[in-house]
Each structure stands twice: as C-alpha cells, then as structure tokens.
T-cell receptor, first 115, second 118 residues
Framework: KQEVTQIPAALSVPEGENLVLNCSFT??????LQWFRQDPGKGLTSLLL?????REQTSGRLNASLDKSSGRSTLYIAASQPGDSATYLC??????????????FGKGTKLTVNP | KAGVTQTPRYLIKTRGQQVTLSCSPI?????VSWYQQTPGQGLQFLFE???????NKGNFPGRFSGRQFSNSRSEMNVSTLELGDSALYLC?????????????????FGSGTRLTVV
C-alpha cells in the first residue's frame, strides 16, 4: 500500500529565506507526482507536476525534484514571501494506462512566512 | 476558461439525513474524482468516474455513492449521515490520459464543499 509522508509538518521562516519541503513515498512504481498548495478553507491549487521519467520541474520561484528510486521528492521555494504561507501537499499517482488511477496524498507541510 | 465548480460551498446537516454534492468539471474533462479531507485523516480518495462509469473506488462505506452524467457533471451522495462525515469534500477533474499526453496529465481541483453534520 502506497504511503506518502511529508516532513516537516509545519515550518515557520522569515521572509526572503530559501526553503525545502520534503516528501517521501513507499512504492516507487508511480506514474507521476504532483505538488499542491492549499490556503485555509480552500481547495487545492496545482503547483508542479513531475512525470515518473523526469527529474525536476520548475515554475518561477518553485523547483520540484523527483528521485523515484529512493522514493523522494523535494519542493524548493526561493526567496520566500508572506504570500507563500499555505499548506503544501505532495501527491503521487499510482497505476498505469488501463489500470485504476488515484492520488495518494501526504498530510502536508504548513508553511508560515513571517514579514 | 472556467475551473472546477462545486456546489454548494457550505452545508449543515443533521445526523441521519442524506446529502448530495455537485461538481462541474473543466470543459472537455471526462474524468471526475472525489476526495474527502479531514484534519485527522487528511485527503482520502472516494471514487473516480469516467464517461459515466465508476472506474475506481476508495475504502469508504456504501453510504457514499456517486454518479456522472453525460455532460461529465458529477454528484456524490452520502446517506444516513454520521458526525464523522463532517469534512471538506473536494472534486477534481482531468483529461483522459490518452488525449492529454503524459506531460499534461494532472488533476485540477475545485474549491470544495464544507459539510458539517450536527
């Protein structure tokens, strides 16, 4: 059974700091991995999608890496801003074409960026 | 283009009642999935529908059911509500993997329906 773990559960940093959020998964047979952001009481906003054949993806100040063999992904946020404060969720998709597909989520890292 | 729309945003129901939640996917998306989010369990998969057929189901009791219509809109129903059903229910839509291509195959989520059972 696929399990996804995110460490740390909460993180508080001063504005401007570079930071790394970690995600680990137990079954390396994934199709892709997606990082989401969730603001309090809101839905999920997709940040980055990494296919299983890729090593990393970048969007603006965000960079996500994937090491499938070790079951790890990291989300790097450069020059953090107060507006980055949110919960960040990592999710892996299992299954291949023709098989059932679903996202398995970690519990998230709650990030607070202090002005 | 319009995103994933979930209605209603908030619901308060009494134990024993039933409830129906609605999700309209992004135009052209034929896959709709439902997730339950609670503080204790986090996000858990409920079920997925594709072209009006349930393609995948999570480990939830039979009180949780869903359906998808020919226009890809989906509804989920919870019967005989329990206090533990209080949660944020999220809907996600995606293109069919064959048409989207691997590089674009991901999920777009709605804002959710907050269900409170009293």
């Amino acid at each position: 059974k696929q399990e996804v773990t995110q460490i740390p559960a909460a993180l508080s940093v001063p504005e401007g700091e570079n930071l790394v959020l970690n995600c680990s998964f137990t079954d390396s047979a994934i199709y892709n991995l997606q990082w989401f952001r969730q603001d309090p009481g809101k839905g999920l906003t997709s940040l980055l999608l990494i296919q299983s054949s890729q090593r990393e993806q970048t969007s603006g100040r965000l960079n996500a890496s994937l090491d499938k063999s070790s079951g790890r992904s990291t989300l790097y946020i450069a020059a953090s801003q107060p507006g980055d404060s949110a919960t960040y969720l990592c999710a892996v998709m299992k299954g291949w074409k023709g098989e059932s597909e679903k996202l398995v989520f970690g519990k998230g890292t709650k990030l607070t960026v202090n002005p | 283009k319009a995103g994933v729309t979930q209605t209603p945003r908030y619901l308060i129901k009494t134990r024993g009642q039933q409830v129906t939640l609605s999700c309209s996917p992004i135009s052209g998306h034929r896959s709709v999935s439902w997730y339950q989010q609670t503080p204790g369990q986090g996000l858990q998969f409920l079920f997925e529908y594709f072209s009006e057929t349930q393609r995948n189901k999570g480990n939830f009791p039979g009180r949780f059911s869903g359906r998808q219509f020919s226009n890809s809109r989906s509804e989920m129903n919870v019967s005989t509500l329990e206090l533990g059903d209080s949660a944020l229910y999220l809907c996600a839509s995606s293109l069919d993997r064959v048409f989207s291509g691997d590089a674009n195959y991901g999920y777009t989520f709605g804002s959710g329906t907050r269900l409170t059972v009293v």
